[in-house]
């Protein structure tokens, strides 16, 4: 179903340089269709995306990085503040309880049926919004898939939620390429002095894998065409790109 209504601020956090998470409530819901029938059920695939209005008639697409949570009808996105960004500005300014209108979700980056293949997850800077919450999503799940995710920056002050990223599941193994920190080998056993691609180029991914990728249209071009050099089926990766 697709809704439209009004989400109330519960908090907001920096999560990352110039990078904040917003939590909000469904304060009041309809459906999009139909906007005289009230409905009382919000929810979502993981991986999709809502529409918010910020400011008059400007309306701004964020990936949702929460997991769907009918009880509380909460949300939460992650949205990189922008010098002179009409939307992040206007989210960064908002106070507890300021409302949004919002219209989803939408979108098809959602995670497959098939549960005999590897997650992998790649990602850099707020692309991480859907893939967290599609790895939480399936660390919930009655059998979780074995998940990898393949996380980007320029150093530690890009990668978003790393206070918690090793919380996230037990499923989870991680790889940080932090390409301009030349000291990122000290940080985690899990961190490099690299792209994400070389994490692809030296194959830390088993056979059976499905590839799953979100951020700027640059960096899901170029681990695009590495699976691809890699003979990675087209029906094994699947993409969101950032404007």
Same mark, same amino acid.
């Given at each position: 179903?697709?809704?439209? #209504?009004?989400?109330? %601020? %519960? ?10 998470? %917003? !939590? ?8 999009? !269709? ?11 695939? +993981? ?20 997991? +769907? ?13 922008? +010098? ?5 500005? $206007? ?10 209108? $919002? !219209?989803?979700?939408?979108?098809? $980056?959602? =995670? ?17 919004? +859907? %893939? ?17 995710? =393949?996380?980007? #920056?320029?150093?530690? #002050? ?11 599941? !037990? ?39 499905? $590839? ?14 590495? =699976? ?16």
């Amino acid at each position: 179903m697709l809704y439209q #209504g009004t989400l109330k %601020l %519960l908090e907001t956090k920096t999560v990352a340089r110039e990078t904040i998470s %917003l !939590k909000f409530r469904v304060s009041s819901l309809s459906d999009l !269709k139909n906007v005289a029938a009230n409905v009382s059920d919000w929810d979502f695939a +993981p991986g999709q995306f809502v529409s918010l209005e910020c400011g008059e008639k400007i309306w701004r697409a964020y990936s949702i990085a929460s997991v +769907p949570d009918t009880k509380n009808q909460t949300l939460e996105l992650v949205v990189r503040v922008v +010098p002179n960004g009409k939307g992040s500005n $206007f989210l960064n300014e908002l106070k507890p309880n300021d409302p949004v209108n $919002f !219209k989803g979700p939408f979108g098809h $980056f959602q =995670l497959s049926e098939n549960k005999e293949r590897t997650l992998i997850f790649c990602g850099t800077g707020t692309g991480i919004a +859907p %893939l967290r919450s599609m790895i939480l999503a399936e660390a919930q799940s009655q059998n979780p898939r074995a998940m990898i995710v =393949l996380y980007g #920056g320029r150093d530690t #002050g890009d990668i978003a939620y790393l206070d918690e990223i090793e919380s996230w599941s !037990k499923n989870l193994t991680i790889h940080l390429g932090l390409s301009r920190d030349p000291e990122a080998n000290n940080f985690k056993p899990y961190a490099q002095n690299t792209r994400i691609t070389q994490f692809l180029e030296d194959k830390v991914y088993p056979q059976n894998s499905e $590839f799953y990728i979100c951020g700027n249209g640059d960096m899901v071009k170029s681990v695009q065409e590495t =699976l691809e050099s890699q003979s990675i089926g087209k029906e094994k990766i699947f993409m969101e790109r950032f404007n």
